[in-house]
């Protein structure tokens, strides 16, 4: 990363302001074409925002009200995510949905939104007899009576989906700012002036996709016209033998007061257990509560009576960009000319990221700008794809060569998930470089299974140390002021490099 | 490769496993270690009280390690450090990975787990609050302090009295550290009572019984957390709360005995323990795979480990003398009855192979004078074991010799605690 100081604006053809899943499907949409574009982040890192803590479900589009822009984005982007997965090897399971009913009462509701699915396009979905129900998810609870089956639903990796997607856009010549939040925007000719914590810049359109924050980001430009309510989930994470136990994607039935609580197996194979729903005050208080986590686990229970809380590894929540106006707000604001957003973009806002980047593309096209396909991308579309080492899926012939061309893919050093040291590397000098422990973590995986790093963390703690050249005391869990070392214990200096190298023979 | 006998993982179990299997005469040994160094968990324990029983002398947990290894020195046994497991087959090939030899296959004769066991983390427990640094467990807390050199905070609560809570708030005090408190779940410490007294007494390092933190506060580095007194099903009582300021929590809530690798083999697990089932020569359900330690079940002391191991060491090489073990005429279940939180062996083979029948177990509560009781399924007492007292942090065991079982033998055993005295409340501040 490069940082922009001193008085000179960059100019750039497009501003993207938000590095979450949205900004980033944008960017990846728009890294074909001969353009420049700049995406900013405030964090250190991209996928930092609702992306980071969501339910990793590629809804299949049943639910939203028919004729609405997140009814169609939603059909639309779950069609192609199945391809872009592909393309940027981003870990994703069509496993299906099922949900599920018990009683009359609720076996109408399972009628009604398998209406609204015909109507919205979703193909392939099937009412189901409680007995059918288990059959597809034989932990089900004897009291299902009938089920919604939308074979196109399926789960993705969310912040993989983010990380992959930005990879390509960097391949393709974008920019991507980190740490660079934007303070004010204004004016400039007939484009803007964008000023971040890091620097200015220059551009005849800006995108908003600031996620939470995208009526702050709106206002600095434009009248008041929608807000973002923060609504926060928190989650259950258990071993992957519970995730065992669930084949797909289950959901419980929604009532009008709440969305019904979802059971899921994660594309690592864990299982995933909640959302609650809380209106909250604070876009970044992702704390669990007590009381939400029994509401949860309480609700969980009556769908499936075998999961074992117990095995939980970790509990965590997410905020809701929920839009004021209850529909994606996807314009070219008419006050604004130039000015984009794709705000307020609530579930199922990663099953349409992939149609949302399309369809924005589509906005700035019909606004004037000339869209030519780059030369080097035409020469070589392979920039448009990206594959990453993923030890633990290989076959043993591939682990067998990759380990005897590199050693360091020889060296475990995440036990739960059997990420090498040749990955953790990988990760720390990918396009986006990795510098903290949860930084690996997102690329990687390591630390993400069920001792949460008790066993790598010093490992990768170190490996950081050593590559980025920085003190132990340096090392950041994630955000700044996250440090892990107050300091050296007594009478040890610390050095840049803490590894453990001697061998030992009998 | 082929090996007869694959020791999988270089702690003090491995390492005792290895040198007693040698010492059968079984000279075909691989030991293989996912670390750089031998020793496993010992390296990072060096604090001493180890090595009492088996060497007769004080020992820190490294020097316990060293004289284990030493045990190896001379013989054929070939260690592999920096070595991984992968995976282990039902009829013992074992996937491998290291630097060097790069990804390889084991065909063993016999196998012995050491595998060891992993720390619970907060999620096990969710507690709820943000998720800042500075929750860690208290053992990862001990590797970066002892080994890395990396102090990990400077205001510290530990949640949990289990030995390495205990130890670890002694550690982080005589690093200048300031405990605030030991917080624990139930009535009683689930550590060694000489530990509650050399690590909280004699710090005075306050030791809240039936207690637990019900929030944790501060967004990037933990800054505060609330615990509360819990009613006797251990749910908080509202009202109890106490705030503690503090940038660092040690979890010490449990160990989980570290069978992923036993699940490849389809080895049967004990959900009691964590552990394979095995029978009373720690052969677990696949014939020809023994286990042995803290994959067994969680232990109190280093040297029961050592014990554990040579007897898995014996039963393999016999294993490998006799060609596979004679398949038993029948197995007998022995269950955990009132007061018994597990047994290890879960099951006899009949006819017993040895003179003897060792039993393994905790109980679930604090007993002062009392005795266990072992009986046949139908309740007919076969005989009484008096005890003092005995506390769930304790491993207690029953010997018995194999004539005791009567002919024909019970369909099953079970063992219960019966308290003879009230436990006398043994408040350790």
């Given amino acids: 990363m490069t940082y922009t100081t001193g008085n000179q604006p960059e100019t750039t053809d497009i501003i993207i302001i938000g590095g979450g899943v949205i900004g980033a499907s944008i960017a990846y949409s728009l890294c074909k074409y001969e353009l420049t574009v700049i995406l900013l982040e405030k964090q250190s890192d991209v996928a930092l925002g609702a992306t980071r803590a969501n339910s990793g479900i590629v809804h299949a589009g049943y639910d939203p009200p028919p004729g609405s822009l997140m009814a169609r984005l939603n059909v639309e982007g779950a069609a192609m995510m199945e391809t872009v997965c592909k393309d940027l090897d981003v870990l994703y399971f069509k496993c299906g949905s099922l949900l599920v009913a018990s009683g009359e009462k609720e076996d109408a509701v399972v009628r009604d939104l398998y209406a609204r699915g015909i109507q919205n396009g979703v193909e392939g979905l099937e009412v189901l007899s409680g007995d059918e129900a288990r059959q597809h998810e034989p932990a089900l609870t004897a009291g299902i009576t009938s089920a919604l089956y939308a074979p196109s639903a399926g789960i993705v990796n969310p912040w993989e989906l983010c990380i992959g997607l930005s990879e390509v856009f960097i391949r393709c010549g974008g920019k991507v700012m980190l740490n660079s939040e934007v303070t004010a925007i204004e004016r400039s000719g007939d484009g803007f002036l964008v000023r971040t914590s890091s620097g200015s810049y220059l551009a005849k359109r800006v995108i908003n996709a600031a996620g939470l924050y995208s009526d702050t980001v709106h206002r600095m430009v434009a009248e008041d016209d929608f807000s973002i309510i923060p609504s926060r989930g928190e989650y259950f994470l258990l071993d992957k033998n519970q995730g065992s136990a669930v084949n797909g994607v289950i959901f419980g039935c929604p009532t009008p007061d709440t969305k019904g609580v979802l059971i899921a197996r994660t594309v690592h194979g864990n299982m995933i257990v909640g959302p609650s729903s809380e209106s909250i005050a604070d876009k970044d208080d992702t704390a669990t509560t007590a009381a939400k986590l029994d509401e949860i686990r309480s609700r969980a229970s009556q769908l499936m009576p075998s999961i074992n809380f117990r095995d939980n590894i970790r509990n965590y929540s997410g905020i809701r960009a929920n839009p004021s106006t209850k529909e994606f707000i996807i314009r070219e604001v008419p006050s604004v000319p130039g000015f984009f957003e794709a705000a307020g973009i609530k579930s199922p806002g990663l099953a349409a990221s992939i149609a949302i980047g399309r369809h924005m593309t589509g906005l700035l096209k019909a606004s004037g700008l000339l869209l030519i396909q780059k030369q080097s991308v035409r020469d070589n579309p392979a920039l448009l794809r990206r594959t990453i080492v993923r030890f633990s899926r290989m076959s043993p012939e591939s682990k067998k060569a990759l380990v005897a061309s590199d050693s360091r893919y020889g060296r475990i050093v995440c036990r739960c998930e059997t990420v090498t040291e040749g990955e953790v590397l990988d990760a720390i000098h990918s396009p986006i470089p990795a510098r903290t422990i949860d930084a690996v973590k997102r690329r990687t995986a390591a630390g993400l299974g069920r001792c949460q790093g008790g066993f790598c963390g010093p490992r990768i703690a170190s490996l950081l140390a050593s590559e980025l050249a920085i003190l132990p005391t340096e090392i950041l869990q994630d955000k700044p002021g996250s440090y892990i070392f107050t300091g050296p214990t007594k009478d040890i200096e610390l050095t840049t490099s803490a590894t453990q190298t001697k061998k030992v023979s009998i | ?429």
């Fill in chain 2, 1 to 429: 490769m082929n090996a007869e006998l694959v020791v999988i993982g270089a702690g003090p179990a491995g390492l005792a496993a290895a040198a007693e299997a040698y010492r059968e005469g079984v000279r075909d040994i691989l030991l293989l270690e996912r670390d750089a160094l031998p020793g496993g968990i010992l390296n990072q324990c060096i604090h001493n009280g180890f090595g009492l029983q088996i060497y007769k002398e004080e020992l820190t947990g490294p020097e316990y390690a060293a004289r284990a290894f030493d045990e190896l020195r001379g013989t054929s046994v070939v260690f592999k450090p920096d070595t991984m497991v992968l995976s282990i087959s039902p009829d013992r090939v074992i996937s491998a990975l290291n630097h060097t030899d790069g990804y390889f296959e084991i065909t063993a004769g016999t196998i012995i787990l050491a595998m060891g066991c992993r720390e619970r983390t907060r999620g096990a427990i969710a507690i709820p609050g943000s998720r800042p640094a500075g929750v860690l467990t208290a053992g990862a807390a001990q590797r970066y302090v002892n080994i890395e050199g990396c102090m990990i905070g400077r205001e510290i609560v530990v949640l949990g009295s289990g030995d390495i809570g205990l130890i670890m708030a002694r550690r982080m005090t005589l690093e200048g550290a300031k405990v605030l408190a030991c917080i624990e779940l139930m009535p009683f410490s689930s550590g060694l009572q000489r530990n509650v007294v050399q690590c909280l007494q004699d710090y005075n390092i306050p030791l809240l019984l039936s207690h637990t933190i019900t929030d944790i506060k501060g967004r990037e580095r933990v800054e505060s957390v609330t615990v509360s007194a819990v009613d006797e099903n251990r749910r908080p009582i509202p009202g109890t709360e106490t705030h503690y300021k503090c940038d660092t929590i040690l979890l010490s809530v449990g160990l989980i005995p570290e069978n992923e690798l036993s699940k490849t083999a389809g080895i049967s697990l004990d959900p009691r323990t964590g552990g394979p089932i095995v029978t009373q020569d720690t052969q677990t359900s696949a014939p020809g795979i023994f286990a042995c330690g803290n994959v067994l079940q969680v232990h109190d002391l280093v040297d029961n480990v050592t014990l554990e191991a040579r007897k898995a060491a014996r039963a393999a090489a016999s294993f490998l003398r006799a060609q596979g073990t004679p398949e038993p005429s029948f197995t007998i279940p022995v269950n955990p009855g009132e007061g018994v939180t597990y047994t290890v062996p879960q099951i006899l083979t009949m006819p017993p192979s040895g003179k003897t029948i060792e039993i393994h177990f905790r109980v679930n509560r604090k007993f002062g004078g009392s005795e266990i009781i072992l009986s046949n399924g139908q309740g007919n007492v076969l005989k009484r074991f008096p005890r003092e007292q005995m506390t769930p942090g304790e491993i207690e065991r029953i010997v018995f010799p194999s004539s005791l079982l009567p002919d024909p033998a019970p369909p099953s055993l079970v063992l219960t605690a019966q308290s003879l005295t009230p436990a006398k409340e043994v408040n350790p501040l």
